[in-house]
């Protein structure tokens, strides 16, 4: 019997990008199903109980939560195509530890970056300029941050990229200026279909952004 996978998932959601590029660098066909975030879905809330967020990837009827976890199970699983993580465990732990990075760094950054004003907006920029110049030096003169093949770490943090306009709009700064070997670096991941495909519009992102800064009484 052929497999059942659905992803429960939010288009904005750089989380949910990363599900979507995993599963479409394996050619896994999928149902993919867009939550309504302020209203869940039974399905959702039966399928991740207890952190009741997106994205959720349901195969054949188990879920398995939480973005870093799907990617790596959707390596696990569908093994013959296009590798993600390394084989060798010292290069798998160096991508795990990166991916994490974003996590903690480029996420909460890029987050209060559009989400906050003043001081604590201002602190946020930097965080996160920072942060990619981190990573900048960790990809050097590399094609992607693996090496030379799309991998774990180019899943993570690519999604960031479809918001890098509505950041720059909110923060009034230019990654390109600060980090030109990151967006190099994105626009290669970009020429794939699975990243093309699995990304939402910039300007789409943007007002997305500018809604919910209204919604938040910060415009
Ligand atoms: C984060 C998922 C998350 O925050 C992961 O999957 O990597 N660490 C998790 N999902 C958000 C939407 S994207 O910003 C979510 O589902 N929020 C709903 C809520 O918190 O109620």
């Known amino acids: 019997m052929a497999d059942e996978v659905v992803l429960l998932d939010f288009w904005p959601s750089f989380f949910g990008m990363r599900a979507r590029i995993a599963l479409a660098e394996k ?7 867009d939550e309504d975030l302020q209203d869940k879905s039974p399905l959702l809330l039966q399928m991740n109980p207890v952190n009741k967020t997106i994205p959720v990837l349901v195969h054949n009827g188990k879920p398995i939560c939480e973005s870093l976890i799907i990617v790596q199970y959707i390596d696990e699983t569908w093994k013959g195509k296009s590798p993600l993580l390394p084989s ?10 990166w991916a994490d990075y974003v996590d903690k760094k480029i996420f909460p950054s890029l987050r209060d ?8 907006q201002e602190a946020a920029r930097k965080e996160f300029i920072e942060a990619l110049k981190v990573l900048e030096g960790e990809l ?8 030379d093949s799309f991998g774990f770490l180019d ?27 990151i967006i190099a670096w994105a626009k290669r991941c ?9 990304l939402p519009d910039s300007e789409k992102v943007y007002s997305y952004v500018l809604e919910n800064k209204k919604k938040m009484g910060l415009e």
């Open 27 to 33: 050619g896994i066909d999928y149902q993919y199903r």
């Open 113 to 120: 970056t559009w989400s906050t004003t003043g001081e604590q």
């Open 88 to 97: 060798n465990p010292l290069q798998q732990a160096q991508a795990r530890f």
């Open 155 to 181: 899943v993570s943090l690519v999604p960031f990229y479809s918001w890098f306009y509505a950041v720059e709009k909110c923060g009034n700064f230019s990654t390109e200026a600060e980090s030109p070997k």
């Open 190 to 198: 970009m020429e794939r279909e699975s990243v093309a495909k699995s």
């Open 140 to 147: 050097g003169e590399k094609p992607y941050f693996g090496g």
